[in-house]
């Protein structure tokens, strides 16, 4: 895939606090189907931008498993009304 795909979330000036924002941003809510990652930018390569994009096959595998737990569901309510 190509880089336009990617959405700058912050600059920062460290690399430490690239990876700490990508940490934090990996245990978000949205992060299931995302992908993130640090690339060096600015002058002379001075800076850090973390990057994030979401993750097609991600965003397949997430709709697959709530289709399994919601057939699952299902079948758990259907035999408890049939055993009434």
Not at 34 to 56: A, H, L, N, T
Not at 57 to 83: G, H, I, P, R, Y
């Amino acid at each position: 895939m190509s880089d336009q795909n990617w959405i700058n979330e912050r600059y920062v000036n460290t690399y430490e606090e690239a990876a700490s924002l990508k940490k934090s941003l990996q245990l978000s809510e949205k992060a299931a189907t995302m992908q993130f990652k640090i690339k060096r930018c600015g002058e002379e390569k001075s800076q850090y931008v973390v990057k994030s994009r979401v993750d097609p096959s991600l965003v397949n595998a997430v709709k697959e498993v709530e289709q399994q737990v919601a057939a699952t569901k299902d079948k758990t309510s259907k035999k408890k009304l049939t055993k009434k």
